[in-house]
Nanobody
Framework: QLQASGGGLVQPGGSLRLSCAAS????????MGWYRQAPGKQREPVAA???????NYAEPVKGRFTISRDNAKNTVYLQMNSLKPEDTAVYYC??????????WGQGTLVTVSS
């Protein structure tokens, strides 16, 4: 029900902007977030934004990534700057509602390599 896009191959130091939109209206979304899973590693949280626009970031991406949301469009974005090879992963979006329902996107691959 969530469609993530914007991944691709980028050189170190480059930028990408990920987007994730719901294919149908989801009501009472509380938190929108991004997770990532690198090869051979567990999925980990990257960034999250609440309906009050409070944001949280994982330590490795602080100062480089920015999460934002458009409630009218049921869409969340992740602006990624100063990308590093260790940012290479499949990025997944997540919506969590006030009733604790979780929705996941299909994942979009980000590869940072020269």
């Amino acid at each position: 029900q969530l469609q993530a896009s914007g991944g691709g191959l980028v050189q170190p130091g480059g930028s990408l902007r990920l987007s994730c939109a719901a294919s149908r209206k989801i009501f009472s979304i509380n938190v929108m977030g991004w997770y990532r899973q690198a090869p051979g590693k567990q999925r980990e949280p990257v960034a999250a934004i609440t309906r009050e626009d409070t944001t949280n970031y994982a330590e490795p991406v602080k100062g480089r990534f920015t999460i934002s949301r458009d409630n009218a469009k049921n869409t969340v974005y992740l602006q990624m700057n100063s990308l590093k090879p260790e940012d290479t992963a499949v990025y997944y979006c997540n919506f969590r509602t006030l009733t604790m329902n979780n929705y996941w996107g299909q994942g979009t691959l980000v590869t940072v390599s020269s």
